[in-house]
Nanobody, 119 residues
Framework: QVQLVESGGGLVQAGGSLRLSCAAS????????AGWFRQAPGKERMFVAA????????YYGDFAKGRFTISRDNARNIHYLQMNSLKPEDTAVYYC????????????WGQGTQVTVSS
């Protein structure tokens, strides 16, 4: 029902910034919650941020508060993750995700984009 494709990953120095994008295809994307997760090698996938379909209500993992910002453009079917003040421990594959409002678990996932932060 919804397909997601991430872009914007890459190599950045500590203290730098990256902006990830997630393009969605499918009907009525504006009715879905959107989110970002990340997974470092050998570690569990971790929640990063989410935004409700209202485009206002947001949630962040503790490590992301004050540094990362999630937003969405429903007209373009895209949601974003702006990452500032990046640290080497932010290095991971970042995945975008989406779910229908009222569904507990995220249902749709992108392929992931690599973010590498050097010191």
């Amino acid at each position: 029902q919804v397909q997601l494709v991430e872009s914007g990953g890459g190599l950045v120095q500590a203290g730098g910034s990256l902006r990830l994008s997630c393009a969605a295809s499918g009907r009525t994307f504006s009715r879905y919650d959107a989110g970002w997760f990340r997974q470092a090698p050998g570690k569990e996938r971790m929640f990063v941020a989410a935004i409700r379909s209202d485009r206002i209500t947001t949630y962040y993992g503790d490590f992301a508060k004050g540094r990362f910002t999630i937003s969405r453009d429903n007209a373009r079917n895209i949601h974003y993750l702006q990452m500032n003040s990046l640290k080497p421990e932010d290095t991971a594959v970042y995945y975008c995700a989406a779910r229908r409002t009222g569904v507990q678990s995220f249902e749709y996932w992108g392929q992931g984009t690599q973010v590498t932060v050097s010191s």
